[in-house]
């Protein structure tokens, strides 16, 4: 079992920029794909950036991609999203996730998730 937490979340406005963390307890995150999603009101959770397990490949959401970063801390075990020139469509509950097997790409098999930080764009 791996327990995650997010932090980082808050109010910025449109242009600025955020760095959400994610903290495991439990197990070594280095094991792990890694992922952060997203949920806006009314919509469907989505992906937003992927972390392969070996660190080697990434793939980020089409509206994100140039903007925003994964990246993993072994040492700290901790997996962050850098997310600059934000904008009021990025305005969401982002969580964080993990899957222990199987493809980094394959959206619907992560297991592990924290339980999200809120981010808030302003116009």
């Known amino acids: 079992q791996v327990q995650l937490v997010e932090s980082g979340g808050g109010l910025v406005q449109a242009g600025g920029s955020l760095r959400l963390s994610c903290a495991a307890s439990g197990r070594t995150l280095s094991s792990f794909h890694m992922g952060w999603f997203r949920q806006a009101p009314g919509k469907e959770r989505e992906f937003v950036a992927l972390?392969?397990?070996?660190?080697?490949?990434?793939y980020y959401k089409d509206s994100v991609n140039g903007r925003f970063i994964i990246s993993r801390d072994n040492a700290k075990n901790t997996v962050y999203l850098q997310m600059n020139s934000l904008k009021p469509e990025d305005t969401a509950v982002y969580y964080c996730?993990?899957?222990?097997?199987?493809?980094?790409?394959?959206?619907?098999?992560?297991?592990?998730w924290g339980q999200g930080t809120q981010v808030t764009v302003s116009s």
């Open positions: 972390l392969a397990r070996n660190d080697a490949v990434t």
């Open positions: 996730a993990a899957r222990l097997t199987g493809s980094y790409r394959d959206v619907s098999g992560y297991g592990y």
